[in-house]
Antibody
Framework: EEQLLESGGGLVQPGGSLTLSCSASGFTFSSYAMSWVRQAPGKGLEWVSA????????FYADSVKGRFTISRDNSKNTLYLRMNSLRVEDTATYFC????????????WGQGTLVTVSS | DIQMTQSPSSLSASVGDRVSITCRAS??????LIWYQQKPGKAPKLLIY???TLHSGVPSRFSGSGSGTDFTLTINTLQPEDFAIYYCQHTYNIPFTFGGGTKVEIK
């Protein structure tokens, strides 16, 4: 069974850093691009970042560019999101998602991990 | 960046009703349009990709149509488990923008 499991969320002060992890199982991880999507409390979905299957190409939303870094370790079937210079407005549940071959649709999602940025 | 506008933002309907949700892109996205369903406290689930293709396991009462800039998600014979928030998303280019969501509530 295909599965994604995020971890690493928590409470952090403004200006602080946090690294999220997403552990994948049940599919050939290195064959698929992956994305991070976030959802602020009571709000809609916001695409944050994406990475190619090899890890050679990375993409970011303007709202996080220069502060967040996406990476992956295909030997460990794990996706990461390093978040620096965190702001109150980064408070959200962060989901990792697998991009399928068909129009890059996000066909598998993790359960999400909550990041709270507050003093 | 391509903007995605959904309407309505919410609607009330009864079990058995037919409902339609519209998603408009700020420029042509061909058929790079995806629909997701999200229930409270849960991750989104893929419903439809390529504007009109039903994802595996999704009931046939869901359908999608459109191309270019205007798209529609239709739910025929609304079931109790369909009350949720629905999002459209384009995957035409980066950034993969989502629409603001449409909440389908019980009348």
């Amino acid at each position: 069974e295909e599965q994604l499991l995020e971890s690493g969320g928590g409470l952090v002060q403004p200006g602080g850093s946090l690294t999220l992890s997403c552990s994948a199982s049940g599919f050939t991880f290195s064959s698929y691009a992956m994305s991070w999507v976030r959802q602020a409390p009571g709000k809609g979905l916001e695409w944050v970042s994406a990475i190619s299957g090899s890890g050679g190409s990375t993409f970011y939303a303007d709202s996080v560019k220069g502060r967040f870094t996406i990476s992956r370790d295909n030997s460990k079937n794990t996706l990461y999101l390093r978040m620096n210079s965190l702001r109150v407005e980064d408070t959200a549940t962060y989901f990792c998602a697998k991009q399928g071959y068909l129009k890059d649709a996000f066909d598998l999602w993790g359960q999400g991990t909550l990041v709270t940025v507050s003093s | 960046d391509i903007q995605m506008t959904q309407s309505p933002s919410s609607l009330s309907a009864s079990v058995g009703d037919r409902v339609s949700i519209t998603c408009r892109a700020s420029q042509s996205i061909s058929s790079y349009l995806i629909w997701y369903q999200q229930k409270p406290g849960k991750a989104p689930k893929l419903l439809i990709y390529a504007a009109s293709t039903l994802h595996s396991g999704v009931p046939s009462r869901f359908s999608g149509s459109g191309s270019g800039t205007d798209f529609t998600l239709t739910i025929n014979t609304l079931q109790p488990e369909d009350f949720a928030i629905y999002y459209c998303q384009h995957t035409y280019n980066i950034p993969f923008t989502f629409g603001g969501g449409t909440k389908v509530e019980i009348k």
